[in-house]
């Protein structure tokens, strides 16, 4: 953590966020492919041990970009984050096409970052 301390405060926030929703995917999704055959309440345990570290990673950079972002920007944020990690995972992980649909969901995420840091 020492050397993210070193980093511009957005681009920490940035860092976390990723790195969270990287964890938050796996915990979310991952066991549609590595646990199917196992039984939910299983699935569901291993989910909260992968969640335990999306945790370590989003509150800490939730913390840390409040003290620059509103909560409404660090959402936003998190959402765009959420969908530049979820689509490779889908596409290269869970083997799903790609769709011309995350594009124009994409565009969408940009006209919502646009909104809410216009005013800022």
């Known amino acids: 953590m020492q050397f993210l301390q070193s ?5 920490q926030t940035i860092l976390l966020l990723v790195a969270s929703n990287v964890f938050m995917t796996f915990a979310w999704y991952g066991h549609l492919k590595n646990l199917s055959t196992t039984p939910w309440w299983i699935a ?10 999306e945790y370590m990673l989003q509150v800490p950079a939730n913390r840390i970009g409040f003290t620059l972002f509103n909560v409404g920007q660090l959402k936003i944020m998190q959402e765009v984050i959420t969908l530049a990690v979820f689509v490779p995972f889908a596409v290269f992980y869970l083997d799903q096409p790609l769709k ?8 969408c995420m940009v006209g919502a970052v646009y909104f809410i840091f216009r005013s800022a």
């Open 7 to 11: 980093l511009p405060i957005p681009l």
């Open 44 to 53: 569901a345990l291993v989910s909260w041990g992968i969640a335990l570290f």
């Open 100 to 107: 011309l649909d995350f594009l124009w969901a994409g565009l």
